[in-house]
C-alpha cells in the first residue's frame, strides 16, 4: 500500500465514526481546505452522516482542486463518489476478499 492509499483508509475509517467526522472536518479547516484528499475524505464522512448537498457540495470541490493538481486519480475517485451522494448513497468500499480464485 502506498503512502496516498494508507492515509485515504486512515481518513476513511475516520470519516464513518461520528467522532471521526469532526476530526476529518478539523483536518480539512487546517489545511485550508485545499487539500483533495481531505475534502473527499470530508465529503464521504457528510454522506455517512445523511449530509448529501454538503457531500455534493464538497466532492464537486475536491475534484476541481484534484484537477488542478493534476492528481488524475483522487478526481477520478470522487467523481465516482458523487454518483452514490447524488443517489443519496454514501460510500461503502468492500475490501477484496483473499483466498479466492
Given at each position: 500500500?502506498?503512502?496516498?492509499?494508507?492515509?485515504?483508509?486512515?481518513?476513511?475509517?475516520?470519516?464513518?465514526?461520528e467522532?471521526?467526522?469532526?476530526?476529518v472536518?478539523?483536518?480539512?479547516q487546517?489545511?485550508g481546505?485545499?487539500?483533495?484528499i481531505m475534502?473527499?475524505?470530508l465529503?464521504?464522512?457528510y454522506?455517512?452522516g445523511?449530509?448529501?448537498a454538503d457531500?455534493v457540495t464538497?466532492a464537486e470541490?475536491?475534484?476541481?482542486?484534484a484537477?488542478?493538481e493534476?492528481q488524475?486519480?483522487?478526481?477520478?475517485?470522487?467523481?465516482?463518489?458523487l454518483?452514490?451522494?447524488?443517489?443519496?448513497q454514501?460510500?461503502r468500499?468492500?475490501p477484496?476478499?483473499?483466498?479466492?480464485?
Open positions: 500500500m502506498d503512502g496516498v492509499s494508507l492515509i485515504r483508509t486512515w481518513l476513511d475509517f475516520m470519516a464513518s465514526t467522532l471521526g467526522a469532526d476530526a472536518l478539523r483536518g480539512s487546517l489545511t481546505g485545499t487539500n483533495a475534502l473527499g475524505t465529503a464521504a464522512a454522506a455517512e445523511g449530509r448529501f457531500a464538497t470541490l475536491a475534484t476541481t482542486l484537477e488542478a493534476g488524475k486519480e483522487v478526481a477520478e475517485k470522487n467523481r465516482e463518489l454518483k452514490s451522494y447524488r443517489a443519496g454514501p460510500w468500499e468492500v477484496p476478499r483473499t483466498g479466492d480464485k
